[in-house]
């Protein structure tokens, strides 16, 4: 299985990102997907996460209403739509697969990963 990120940049603060990742070698629609990120010295957080089939979504409490998770099963893809960005946001993003749904928020549930793409929110 390979997951390949996508998406990250340099923006200013109140600024929009949209970041992708690409599932490949597994059937992309039986996987909950999330979204970590992480920052040097920090432990990786999460920060989103959908359920497969889309009708379920979580999102960790900072990044409420200014973030939405979705995904097209038939490219294979998740996305993660950052609006009203703040320099706290400033991280590697990861994108991540799991057959389960229940504790989605946990890192260790994990089974695959992407290699991360960092987005920057200057202030």
């Known amino acids: 299985v390979q997951l390949q990120a996508s998406g990250g940049g340099l923006v200013q603060a109140g600024g929009s990102l949209r970041l992708s990742c690409v599932l490949s070698g597994r059937t992309f629609s039986r996987y909950t997907m999330g979204w970590f990120r992480q920052t040097p010295g920090k432990e990786r957080e999460f920060v989103a996460a959908?359920?497969?089939?889309?009708?379920?979504?979580y999102y960790r409490h900072s990044v409420e209403g200014r973030f939405t998770i979705s995904r097209d099963d038939a490219e294979n893809e998740v996305y993660l739509q950052m609006n009203s960005l703040k320099p706290e946001d400033t991280a590697v993003y990861y994108c991540a697969a799991t057959s389960l749904w229940r504790n989605c928020r946990r890192r260790g549930l994990y089974d695959y990963w992407g290699q991360g793409t960092l987005v920057t929110v200057s202030s």
């Open positions: 959908i359920s497969d089939g889309g009708s379920l979504t």
